[in-house]
């Protein structure tokens, strides 16, 4: 059981560039979220999906975009990329409900230059 | 909007000391709290998930209490080993779609 998989583990951006970060989960979790960390600011969420076709904004969406076509899938898009975009991106999926916990992925690191 | 503070942001002990760590957030009106831990450059791995109904979970040598009222959670770690040094995280849940809110994390790092 692979749980959550975020590719890719690392990225060098230069300023402007596009990038898709992908995440998928293999756990048939409705609930699914991208979270940015950077240092010692704790996780701040980006975007998050409560199912397959529905997406909603986070604390920091600005400057991104997801999309959520299937259960499994929920990409995390950047249009230009800016130096303000620089950080560790988590993805993570819950099971429907509050009753359960979170399972992060590996996390992707990502640097713009 | 709910914020959830964790003091110190480093800490640093013997090992076999027990230890408690500490978290607070602002708004009562949570679904549950979670504990995380974060290795350096790696993701975030579940320690403890406590409903709002619930006082406490144990797992091993941890154990995290929650005060809903009071905004309070802790999380006690039993005779600490070198291999405990990590980042904890406290992160609580707010609303139906189970978004979390996360503290800053508190550094710890257990001395041989």
């Known amino acids: 059981n692979a749980g959550v998989t975020q590719t890719p583990k690392f990225r060098i951006l230069k300023i402007g560039q596009s990038m898709t970060l992908q995440c998928t989960q293999d756990?048939?979790?409705?609930?699914m979220y991208w979270y940015r960390q950077d240092p010692g600011m704790g996780l701040k969420l980006i975007y998050y999906?409560?199912?397959?076709?529905?997406?909603d904004k986070g604390e920091v969406p600005n400057g991104y975009n997801v999309s959520r076509s299937t259960t499994e899938d929920f990409p995390l898009r950047l249009e230009l990329a800016a130096p303000s975009q620089t950080s560790v991106y988590f993805c993570?999926?819950?099971?429907?409900?509050?009753?359960?916990?979170?399972?992060f992925g590996s996390g992707t690191r990502l640097t713009v230059v | 909007k709910q914020e959830v503070t964790q003091i110190p942001a480093a800490l640093s002990v013997p090992e076999g000391e027990n230890l408690v760590l500490n978290c607070s957030f602002t708004?009562?009106?949570?679904?549950?709290l979670q504990w995380f831990r974060q290795d350096p450059g790696k993701g975030l791995t579940s320690l403890l998930l406590?409903?709002?109904?619930?006082r406490e979970q144990t797992s091993g040598r941890l154990n995290a209490s929650l005060d809903k009222s009071s905004g309070r959670s802790t999380l006690y770690i039993a005779a600490s080993q070198p291999g405990d040094s990590a980042t904890y995280l406290c992160a609580v849940t707010t609303g139906a779609n189970s978004k979390l809110t996360f503290g800053k994390g508190i550094t710890l790092s257990v001395r041989p």
């Open positions: 999906s409560v199912g397959a076709g529905i997406t």
């Open positions: 756990m048939n979790h409705n609930y």
């Open positions: 993570a999926s819950s099971s429907q409900g509050t009753n359960y916990g979170y399972t």
């Open positions: 406590i409903q709002s109904s619930q």
């Open positions: 708004d009562s009106a949570i679904y549950n």
